[in-house]
């Protein structure tokens, strides 16, 4: 079996990482790949960027199955193309992904099927946007409707932070049109959870849950970033927070996939807040999240193939997945100056191979060196989430590069 796997993070160093391990998958070719992925056994990355190219390539090469890692292409319609030439893929459609690829949407789809989710107004116009915001009560959230690259919410604790998001978004247009509309929302306090689940149209499928962390520094402080380490389990959701999960956002999530007849065969990410009056949803994305798949993969005792293959021939229902009863603690390490401007082309060091997934790395005449500001994560295991979290720092004392900066509370309640 030959696979085409699209993206060039973390994330994608994951999926290739699993889908390698299956027996019946003779080759993988990344698009365009990362220096992870490169290093993998039966795994080729390949120069490849537009959808038309992708094409030519699946058609050209035979491809059995495409996998879609980030959200961009799944938004410029990848999976509508790959399916009008009949091609196995991995993925909703453009339809089913402006589920992530317009909160206006998504939220309109949530008040719609009485999904759990925060109140909010959703403004086209900046005059009424901001005489909005004069009246309502602080703190608030404002929301790209657009992809920004995660960037694209901001938490606005006074009048004057909000009328500088507004301006950022929809008079400086900062995220390249993504927010020319926009949602404000209620802010919601508690404990944010990743539940990351697997659809394909008729039913839902939930993996475990983790917690992803956002800010730069320890204690919830410092700027937001894509993520700087998982805990999985989460913790926090428990039987209680799972109930309410299932009841109040997955099962209206899926009656409203069925009855919009929406084309989803791919993963449905779950980004929840547990609240004192119950869980919220507080956005959908339609892939893997980064670092979660990091965190995930190595716990999945089943083929990552054969589940896709389920989900894309709608047996999902019948397809038993089978978890090692372990804790992850992801962790990552990031370059100096990260989020804003990171400081790149530093050496990384490696010594006893532990589990890592690169993401920000490539290949020099120094050798592997840093390319971005999440350079890679590092992974522990254990069979308590403070087991995993003294393999995955025991681990990090093998891995260094110049400024190198992570959180140390990543495993810690």
Request: charge should be positive.
């Amino acid at each position: 079996m030959v696979i085409l796997l699209i993206g060039s993070g973390g994330r994608e160093h994951a999926l290739a990482w699993k889908l390698s391990q299956d027996k019946k998958v003779s080759k993988i070719y990344v698009a365009p790949g990362n220096v992870g992925t490169a290093m993998l056994k039966k795994c080729e990355n390949v120069c490849l960027t537009t959808n038309h190219e992708l094409l030519s390539f699946a058609l050209k090469h035979q491809i059995d199955l495409t996998v879609v890692g980030p959200e961009g292409p799944l938004a410029c319609g990848i999976v509508d193309l790959f399916k009008k030439n009949n091609l196995k893929i991995f993925g909703p459609n453009s339809a089913a992904a402006k589920l992530e690829s317009s909160k206006i949407f998504a939220k309109n789809f949530m008040k719609k099927y009485r999904v759990a989710t925060a109140n909010y107004q959703t403004f086209t116009s900046v005059t009424q946007a901001m005489k909005y915001v004069k009246t309502c009560t602080h703190p608030i959230v404002i929301k790209a409707d657009g992809l920004a690259n995660g960037k694209g919410v901001i938490i606005c604790n006074n009048r004057d932070d909000s009328i500088k998001a507004i301006k950022l978004l929809m008079i400086d247009n900062s995220f390249n049109n993504a927010g020319k509309h926009i949602v404000i929302e209620e802010f919601l306090e508690g404990v944010e959870a990743s539940i990351i689940c697997v659809c394909d149209t008729k039913t839902i499928v939930s993996f475990i849950s983790a917690k992803d962390h956002k800010t730069l520094l320890a204690d919830n402080c410092g700027p937001n970033t894509g993520g700087m380490g998982v805990v999985c389990p989460n913790p926090y959701v428990d039987n209680k927070v799972w109930d309410d999960f299932t009841h109040n956002i997955l099962k209206p999530t899926l009656s409203g996939i069925k009855d919009k007849k929406l084309d989803f065969h791919g993963f449905i990410f779950f980004g929840i807040m547990i609240t004192k009056n119950g869980v919220k949803n507080l956005e959908y994305n339609v892939r893997m999240g980064d670092p979660e798949c990091q965190s995930l993969v190595p716990l999945m005792k089943f083929s990552l193939t054969d589940m896709m293959l389920a989900t894309i021939n709608q047996k999902l229902s019948s397809y038993k997945m089978i978890w090692e009863k372990k804790c992850v603690v992801n962790v990552v390490l990031a370059s100096k100056g990260y989020p804003e401007k990171p400081i790149i082309g530093y050496p990384i060091k490696i010594t006893k191979k532990p589990l890592i997934f690169f993401a920000g790395a490539k290949k020099s005449k120094k050798g592997i060196v840093t390319a971005g500001g999440r350079v890679l994560s590092v992974v522990g295991i254990g069979k308590t989430i403070m087991l995993a979290k003294k393999d995955a720092y025991d681990n990090i004392k093998n891995v260094s590069f110049k400024d190198m900066q992570y959180r140390q509370d990543i495993g810690g309640r």
